[in-house]
């Protein structure tokens, strides 16, 4: 895994890790466009990341199960199957702007 994909799987798991922590911590999407800015990546890719924190949205499938970006990492961070798969794709989603 490069150095890159570690930090980017560092800055997800903070999110879903610091998003459960209650009320007092930031919102998960404001947490992960804050990650963002400390990352050691060029500013497009940076630019690409913030698009897609900013673009997340459930499918109607997921919907169904989650309100909005904090209620998937607060329940991923409890282990739940579908918040964890839908993390991984996010996940990916930012892996893929590098």
Do not use: H, Y
Not at 1 to 9: D, G, K, P, V
Not at 26 to 36: H, I, K, N, Q, T
Not at 57 to 64: I, P, V
């Amino acid at each position: 895994m490069s150095s890159r994909r570690s930090i980017l799987a560092l800055a997800v798991a903070s999110i879903t890790v610091l998003s459960a922590c209650g009320a007092s911590a930031p919102g998960a999407r404001e947490l992960a466009l804050e990650m963002v800015d400390t990352l050691d990546v060029s500013d497009p890719v940076k630019e690409c990341m913030r698009q897609e924190i900013t673009d997340f949205g459930l499918t109607e499938a997921q919907a169904t199960g989650f309100s909005d970006f904090d209620d998937v990492a607060a329940k991923a961070a409890d282990g739940n199957e579908a918040a964890l798969q839908i993390m991984g794709d996010f996940q990916s989603a930012l892996a893929a702007c590098n």
